[in-house]
């Protein structure tokens, strides 16, 4: 079965610690995406990697860190310096759209309350 | 700039049409997608438009008009499964897979 997975679901952290998202895909897809989804805004775009060893910054990038050491994980680092992180995470992936735009496929989502 | 607008929330009936509007603003359009996403749940992928015209697909269709900036998803024969926001967005900044999403248009559909 072809997806992505995020892991944990539900995610509680007290105020200045860092916390670690998991995301993983098995459809063979280049590119990875992290989206933050907050009430009454659209999903912005934290940081992206198109290739292994390699990503950028998205839109909102700051208080956040990524790595890319496989093809198939794409982990996303909450850091102390957020300032608002309680939000819902959202990791995505696509083919790599090099003439043509491409359809992101999401995971389930990871909710993050800091407390 | 990038800019896309949604009407915040919609109400319709259990087997009526329902007409969800998107307008962009963006350089370059390079395509339109709409995503269904249920509360709590990820977002899954409706329509792809990157001509004018209607493309059918069951029982939602989706429009495009490049020249008006403008899409809209037609949902047909509602069900109570249907509740939940639909997402317009947009490639910006040149790129062919970065997106840009509206804040979701929420409908709720009534028995």
């Known amino acids: 079965d072809g997806g992505i997975t995020q892991s944990p679901k539900y995610l509680f952290r007290k105020e200045g610690q860092n916390v670690t998202l998991s995301c993983e895909q098995n459809?063979?897809?280049?590119?990875m995406y992290w989206y933050r989804q907050d009430p009454g805004q659209g999903l912005r775009l934290i940081y992206y990697s198109q290739i292994v060893n390699d990503f950028q910054k998205g839109d909102i990038a700051e208080g956040y860190s990524v790595s890319r050491e496989k093809k198939e994980s794409f982990p996303l680092t909450v850091t102390s310096a957020q300032k608002n992180p309680t939000a819902f995470y959202l990791c995505?992936?696509?083919?790599?759209?090099?003439?043509?735009?491409?359809?992101?496929?999401f995971g389930p989502g990871t909710r993050l309350t800091v407390l | 700039g990038q800019n896309i607008d949604q009407p915040t929330e919609m109400t319709a009936t259990e087997g009526a049409t329902v007409q969800i509007n998107c307008t962009y603003q963006t350089s370059g359009f390079n395509g339109l997608f709409w995503y269904q996403q249920h509360a709590g749940e990820a977002p899954t992928f409706l329509s792809y438009?990157?001509?004018?015209g209607l493309e059918e697909k069951g029982r939602f269709s989706s429009f495009l008009s490049r020249s008006k900036g403008y899409s809209y998803l037609l949902l047909k024969e509602l069900q109570m499964k249907d509740s939940a926001s639909y997402l317009c967005a947009v490639p910006y900044g040149g790129a062919t897979n970065k997106l840009i999403f509206g804040t979701g248009t929420l409908l709720a559909v009534q028995p």
């Open positions: 438009n990157v001509l004018d």
């Open positions: 995505a992936s696509s083919q790599i759209g090099r003439t043509s735009t491409v359809t992101q496929y």
């Open positions: 459809l063979n897809h280049d590119a």
